[in-house]
């Protein structure tokens, strides 16, 4: 049988329990051998400082260190220049081989702007698309949001699956936030990933 790997890019600045909850429920989802965290070098649709790739990988490796079915990628972070998702893809592809089955992991946001992104028509010949809904999301809404596909990404109809799961509303620019203020996120990040953070200083945290 073919191997079952997804990919979840992002910053990852810094990774928090949203993102373990998104890996496990899309693991179990898909019934995947492995989910690959993509932290990314220079994200294209970023603005802000981003912490060096260093932390960002260690806490990544730390967050899931006990659970074999979550890796880290570093796949992006040798390039120069921005991370485009295609040449992660194309990369990937060539170097997992014909026998595995590929999926890109992307919120319902980011679906609806992937219109934008570097050549995303040529995504489906390398990797169906994971989608994540969001939080107000209603299952009546699919039908709708199938239409989408059919009108405005035709490419991609036949290579989606729509992954069911809660939503926690947590987001990394909001803990950066909170950190920044003083406030402690200790249950908002896995304990291993707040330790680093406190030892590290990283996010104005002061010890």
């Keep these: 049988m073919p191997q079952k790997i997804a990919l979840l890019g992002g ?5 928090h329990i949203g993102h373990l909850c998104i890996a496990e429920w899309v693991q179990q989802s898909l019934g995947l051998d492995q989910l690959l965290f993509v932290p990314a070098a220079v994200p294209p649709h970023k603005f802000h400082a981003i912490t060096p790739a260093l932390h960002r990988v260690r806490m990544l490796e730390l967050a899931m260190a006990e ?5 880290v990628s570093t796949i992006e972070l040798g390039r120069t220049g921005p991370s485009y998702t295609l040449h ?5 592809s060539r170097e997992l081989g014909e026998d595995t089955e590929l ?4 919120g319902l946001d980011s679906l609806m702007s992937l219109h934008t992104w570097y050549h995303y028509e040529q995504f489906p010949k390398y990797a169906r ?25 035709p490419m991609f109809v036949g290579h989606v ?9 947590i987001s990394s620019s909001s803990i ?32």
Aim: hydrophobic share 40%; glycine share 4%; proline share 8%.
């Design 11 to 15: 910053t990852f600045d810094p990774v």
């Design 67 to 71: 659970d074999p079915r979550f890796g």
């Design 88 to 92: 992660t893809l194309q990369q990937m």
């Design 103 to 106: 999926w890109w992991v992307v």
């Design 129 to 153: 698309l994971a989608i994540l809904p969001r939080p107000d999301q209603k299952l009546s809404e699919r039908d709708e949001l199938e239409d989408y596909l059919a009108e405005q990404l």
């Design 161 to 169: 699956d729509w992954i069911e799961m809660p939503r926690l509303e």
């Design 176 to 207: 950066r936030s909170w950190l920044r203020e003083g406030r402690s996120c200790r249950f908002l990040l896995p304990p291993a990933v707040w330790d680093y953070i406190q030892h590290q200083r990283l996010y104005g945290v002061k010890v």
